[in-house]
């Protein structure tokens, strides 16, 4: 296969890279797509656990995460190793993600978690990576833990986070006074989320106008959406995976909704296909975005966008959390280039916990993993409009104004950690 190449900031450190792979050339080590030799070193073992089944499909972040790999070994791989990946799915069962953690935390081979995104997974798995020595760059956080362990570090802003940025365009861009929200029941996820859009209203002197908690996977749309409507909202935050959020759109366009109401969704809505599923009577609906723009023309957004057409079936998702899975395990990668030397759990672990001031065009912000009690990075988020069957840029990066942040800032600032 090609392995598609580029240039990128390393130069300014003697560093040569290309898009994937690593190889050695005179003892500094380098990217090596140029050779077009595939890895066949010893494996480089990672895993991760996924959502993929049980009501909820996030899979995209592992697949996009793969995709890298792929690309990765097809080039040379670490240092002539290619990576081995090994994705389990939990099943929307935390007792399944517990024995799963077990599991790949037991496999000796393995030194790091990288690109996955569970529902339930993060309670469970973060404290056996402790135990085990294993650090997790996670693709996609979605329960509190996942932002409350000093072993995983999502790339992501988290549901909290976006649904916060999405009830502050609420109220500051279309002045909404009543705010809903429709979330699941999923613990530590829609309760969770809820509770930051309440903490951030009273911090505005506003109050809930009604909050609605469901089962996964809504089965009666119309019912959840009038049971929103009861407490009379102008604006209702949506914050489900986008199979749901799209059956409340569609359950809001038969009551006549569109302009009586403000909605406005977190970034699961934001992928390429989520304007055809609910049509053009939405022209104009809002989206938080937690990465760059889906189409954005910049370094690392164009190489995930062709990573995905060459190492991925045409219809893996190309949606926000895809990058995410990208960047994950471009993540990995750089650290373990610019680490060199013995790659074992002991070394990348140590190599993980210092990464600092990671910058991606994917971001608005520097990531970093650092020795940080939490892990919130991505707290800057971007807004996109549904235009013309497709997504429009409104507003660029903008901080999130959720209480909760307020400890996770101040360790940024006293541990330097995006510098």
């Known amino acids: 296969m090609r392995c598609p190449r580029r240039l990128v900031w390393w130069a300014a450190i003697a560093l040569v890279v290309s898009a994937c792979g690593t190889g050695q050339d005179g003892g500094t080590t380098r990217t090596a797509c140029g050779t077009g030799k595939p890895a066949t ?22 697949t996009a995460a793969k995709a890298y790999f792929d690309c990765v070994n097809a080039g040379g791989g670490i240092g002539g190793r290619p990576v081995e990946y090994l994705v389990e799915d939990d099943g929307l069962n935390p007792q399944k993600a517990s024995a799963l ?6 496999n000796k081979d393995l030194v790091a978690l990288v690109g996955g995104s569970s529902f339930v997974a993060c309670g469970v798995s973060g404290p056996i990576w402790e135990q085990n020595g294993l650090f997790d760059v996670l693709a996609v956080g979605v329960p509190r833990d996942c932002f409350e362990s000093p072993r995983i570090s999502p790339v992501n802003a988290g549901p909290r986070v976006s649904a916060v940025a999405a009830a ?15 979330s699941n029941r999923v613990p530590n996820v829609g309760d969770w989320t809820q509770d930051g859009v309440r903490a951030y209203l009273r911090s505005k002197g506003l109050t809930s106008a009604g909050d609605v908690l469901h089962d996964p996977g809504i089965k009666d749309a119309t019912a959840v959406l009038l049971e929103a409507m009861r407490g009379r909202p102008d604006a209702i935050i949506l914050q489900d995976p986008a199979p749901d959020d799209a ?44 990465f760059t723009l889906l189409d954005a023309t910049t370094p690392d957004n164009k190489l995930w966008r ?42 990348v672990s140590r190599a993980l916990s210092e990464v600092k001031g990671f910058r991606s065009d994917l971001l608005c912000a520097p990531w970093y993993f650092g020795r940080a009690a939490r ?9 996109v409009e549904m235009k013309g069957g497709g997504w429009s840029k409104i507003k660029d990066c903008t901080p999130t104004q959720d209480p909760d942040l307020a400890p996770i800032l101040r360790e940024e600032k006293q541990l330097g950690l995006t510098g």
């Open 41 to 62: 070193g010893p494996p480089i073992t990672v895993g991760a656990i996924v959502t993929a089944s049980g009501g909820i499909d996030f899979s995209s972040a592992t």
């Open 101 to 106: 953690a077990t599991k790949l935390a037991g």
């Open 168 to 182: 502050q365009y609420a109220v500051e861009v279309k002045g909404a006074r009543r705010v809903a929200q429709i």
């Open 247 to 290: 059956a409340i759109l569609k359950a809001a366009q038969a009551q006549g909704l569109r302009d009586k109401v403000t909605f406005v969704c977190l970034t699961p809505c934001y992928d390429t296909t989520f304007p055809g599923q609910v049509g053009s009577y939405w022209e104009g609906f809002v989206s938080n975005s937690e």
């Open 306 to 347: 062709r990573v995905m057409d060459e190492y991925a079936d045409d219809k893996a998702p190309r949606d926000s959390f895809s990058q995410g899975g990208f960047l994950a395990a471009k993540i990995f990668v750089d650290t373990l280039v610019k680490t060199g030397g013995t790659i074992d759990r002991a070394s």
């Open 375 to 383: 892990h919130n990075a991505n707290h800057d988020t971007r807004y």
